[in-house]
């Protein structure tokens, strides 16, 4: 079974920092392309970044430059490093599998004063 464990969130002021982490469990972890995404309150959960097996990455338009997603493949876990935070960065923030269809708990994370 395919299982993912998001941790790392938590309340922030804006500007500042947080790093998620996410382990991932029952597939071959360093094979497969991994994703964040996002859920902002009362908003369809929405696509964040991508981290392929061999380094690449990808982000959507409205993080590029502030967050920077990782991958330690020999602890199955993917990271993502999220700076100059702001209000719209809040949401439950996941990762998970391309191709998966389960998701994990997801971490919290609330930008505000």
């Known amino acids: 079974e395919e299982q993912f464990v998001e941790s790392g969130g938590g309340l922030v002021q804006p500007g500042g920092s947080l790093r998620l982490s996410c382990v991932g469990s029952g597939f071959p972890f360093s094979d497969e392309i991994m994703t964040w995404h996002r859920e902002p309150p009362g908003q369809a959960r929405e696509w964040v970044a991508t981290?392929?097996?061999?380094?690449?990455?990808m982000y959507t338009d409205s993080v590029r430059g502030r967050f920077t997603a990782s991958r330690d493949n020999a602890k199955n876990t993917v990271y993502l490093q999220m700076d100059s935070l702001s209000p719209e960065d809040t949401g439950v923030y996941y990762c998970?599998?391309?191709?998966?269809?389960?998701w994990g708990q997801g971490t919290q994370v609330t930008v505000s004063w």
């Open positions: 981290l392929w097996p061999g380094g690449a990455l």
């Open positions: 998970q599998k391309v191709g998966s269809t389960s």
